[in-house]
Nanobody, 122 residues
C-alpha cells in the first residue's frame, strides 16, 4: 500500500524557514511525478511546487517562487520542500502528492499524504 507521510511543519514567525519532508513507501519517487500542495481553512487546495522525474524540472506557483524549493532524495525515497522567507499567508496544511501522470500544480495526483500544518505568525 502506497504511503506518503509528511513531517516538518510547525509554527514560525514571518521571515522564518521550515523544511518539509515527505517519506514515501511502496512507491518509487525516482520515476514518478511529485508535488506539494496546501490548503488553508475555507479555501481550495492549491499547488505550491512540483517536480518532473524525466529531467528533474520543477514548477512553482508564483506566490512562492524564489522562496520555496522542491527537491528529492531518490535514495531515501523522500521529497522535500524548503520554505524560506515565510509569510502569514503561507499558513496552511501542506500535503505531498504522487502520480505517474504529471499534473503540475493541479490537485489530481493519485496518492496523497495526511498533511503537516504550517503556521506563520506576523
Amino acid at each position: 500500500q502506497v504511503q506518503l507521510v509528511e513531517s516538518g511543519g510547525g509554527s514560525v514567525q514571518a521571515g522564518g524557514s521550515l523544511r518539509l519532508s515527505c517519506a514515501v513507501s511502496e512507491y518509487t519517487i525516482f520515476s514518478n511525478c511529485m508535488g506539494w500542495f496546501r490548503q488553508a481553512p475555507g479555501k481550495e487546495r492549491e499547488g505550491v511546487a512540483s517536480i518532473y522525474p524525466g529531467d528533474g524540472s520543477t514548477f512553482y506557483d508564483d506566490s512562492v517562487k524564489g522562496r520555496f524549493t522542491i527537491s528529492k532524495d531518490n535514495a531515501k525515497n523522500t521529497l522535500y520542500l524548503q520554505m524560506n522567507s515565510l509569510k502569514p499567508e503561507d499558513t496552511a496544511m501542506y500535503y505531498c502528492a504522487a502520480d505517474q501522470v504529471y499534473w503540475v500544480l493541479v490537485p489530481r495526483y493519485n496518492y496523497w499524504g495526511q498533511g503537516t500544518q504550517v503556521t506563520v505568525s506576523s
